[in-house]
Antibody
Framework: EVQLVDSGGGLVQPGGSLRLSCAAS????????MIWVRQAPGKGLEWVST????????YHADSVKGRFTISRDNSKNALYLQMNSLRAEDTAVYYC????????????WGQGTLVTVSS | QSALTQPPSASGSPGQSVTISCTGT?????????VSWYQQHPGRAPKLIIY???KRPSGVPDRFSGSKSGNTASLTVSGLQAEDEADYYC???????????FGGGTKLTVL
């Protein structure tokens, strides 16, 4: 059974940093692209970042480019999102998701972890 | 403002059919057959219900169907049931620069 467990969220001051983690199990982790999607309170979904199965390719939304970095450790079946220079508008529930073979369809989702940026 | 445009709300009575539209551009919906639909119940993670315009993941009832014409994709829910009441989001691949774009979501109410 595929399981994705998001963690690392919390309250952080503007300008601060946070690292989110996603622990994956139930599939061959290194074979699939992984994705971070966020959802601000009461708002819609927003794609944040995608990383290929090998970790060799990574893509970030313009809204986080230069501030957030997606990475993965295939030896630990773990996905990460390093978030720096956080802003109030980054406040959201962050979900990790497993892509299918295309890397575009988000087949399985974690439960989400809440990041609140506030002073 | 979301990249893809969805109506904010839709409704129907049990047993009826409802269609939700998702309008993009020739750079996303119109250019790729990678349109997906996600169902999200309150407080829960989204769930993939349609991918690559018309395909259903295993376990998704065939009451859910997708289609596309030009820059507009559609999700049809037939034989509405109470448990279909949820938010629905469309998404599309948009190339290696934007990668994935989402619609703003449609709240489906079963009357």
């Amino acid at each position: 059974e595929v399981q994705l467990v998001d963690s690392g969220g919390g309250l952080v001051q503007p300008g601060g940093s946070l690292r989110l983690s996603c622990a994956a199990s139930g599939f061959t982790f290194s074979s699939y692209a992984m994705i971070w999607v966020r959802q601000a309170p009461g708002k819609g979904l927003e794609w944040v970042s995608t990383i290929s199965g090998s970790g060799g390719s990574a893509y970030h939304a313009d809204s986080v480019k230069g501030r957030f970095t997606i990475s993965r450790d295939n030896s630990k079946n773990a996905l990460y999102l390093q978030m720096n220079s956080l802003r109030a508008e980054d406040t959201a529930v962050y979900y990790c998701a497993k892509g299918d073979t295309s890397g575009v369809n988000l087949v399985y989702w974690g439960q989400g972890t809440l990041v609140t940026v506030s002073s | 403002q979301s990249a893809l445009t969805q109506p904010p709300s839709a409704s129907g009575s049990p047993g009826q059919s409802v269609t939700i539209s998702c309008t993009g551009t020739s750079s996303d919906v119109g250019n790729y057959n990678f349109v997906s639909w996600y169902q999200q119940h309150p407080g829960r993670a989204p769930k993939l219900i349609i991918y690559e315009v018309i395909k259903r993941p295993s376990g998704v009832p065939d009451r859910f169907s997708g289609s596309k014409s030009g820059n507009t994709a559609s999700l049809t829910v037939s034989g509405l049931q109470a448990e279909d009441e949820a938010d629905y989001y469309c998404s599309s691949y948009a190339g290696t620069n934007k990668f994935v774009v989402f619609g703003g979501g449609t709240k489906l109410t079963v009357l």
